[in-house]
């Protein structure tokens, strides 16, 4: 069985106690260290189409992931025998999610550092991200079993909102959203001719994900917004983001 940790914020410690054999699926390239007693006992194998076990389901996986832009270079990570396997991207914020037997967690592929083999990756449709061009479509990873763990990405230090217990109303940017669990959101777009002019009085916030109190999700939010949206002002200023320099825990 795998254990997965965090080390500094911005490194993933993952130790195999070397009973059976264990599976890591990663970012490619993720990988910056390793030991084990005695000879290398881990290997690394490129996922050409993805990490599903049948080829057409991973053929059509990888189709899917490609059409919506989701795709992700996979690295399966085999564990042989005890070991310590460290990972991490670009000195981003790295945080460790448990998922529940049929939990699922939506995450932006480019904020996926690793998942276990108790995982169920997949995409899902939101039809959301004809503004933002993030959020029409995103990654899940399901929880399918007792060990099932995914592993996400932050610029900077996140932060939590959940409205799981509380029932209010969340609202967050979607440049900014890493990852959620629960319910999918809603879209709002609040268009305006200040916005579509570039007008100082604009707020500049024209399309947000919305989780209502019938929606309850939990959501993780970076301090740092993609430069993923796209410019309506008629002044050529940015009418839809502001510029951008770009333990979840139970």
């Not at 900077?156 to 440049?175: H, K, V």
């Not at 993923?228 to 002044?235: A, F, Q, R, W």
């Amino acid at each position: 069985m795998l254990r997965l940790e965090v080390v500094n914020e911005l490194t993933l410690k993952v130790e195999s106690d070397g009973y059976g054999q264990d599976v890591l699926f990663t970012k490619t390239g993720a990988f910056i260290g390793g030991e084990c007693p005695g000879n290398k006992n881990f290997k690394f194998e490129k996922c050409l189409l993805g990490p599903e076990g049948n080829p057409m389901q991973a053929l059509i996986g990888q189709i899917g992931r490609r059409f919506t832009g989701e795709n992700l270079p996979l690295t399966k990570v085999t564990m042989s025998g005890q070991s310590i396997t460290y990972y991490a991207n670009e000195e981003q914020h790295v945080i460790v999610v448990p998922l529940r037997q049929g939990e699922t967690l939506s995450v932006e592929s480019e904020n996926l550092l690793a998942f276990t083999e108790d995982c169920k990756y997949g995409i899902r449709f939101l039809a959301q991200g004809v503004i933002s061009q993030k959020g029409w479509a995103t990654s899940t990873l399901t929880g399918r079993g007792p060990n099932a763990y995914a592993v996400v990405l932050s610029e900077g230090n996140p932060i939590i909102l959940s409205n799981e217990q509380s029932g209010t109303t969340l609202e967050a940017d979607p440049d900014a959203v890493v990852c959620w669990t629960g319910a999918d959101p809603s879209f709002e777009l609040a268009m305006s001719w200040k916005n579509l002019l570039g007008s100082r009085g604009a707020s500049g916030e024209s399309y947000m994900f919305q989780w209502t109190g019938n929606q309850r999700a939990s959501v993780l939010i970076q301090p740092k917004e993609r430069n993923s949206g796209i410019n309506l002002g008629m002044d050529g200023g940015d009418s839809g983001r502001r510029p951008s320099r770009q333990t979840w825990g139970r």
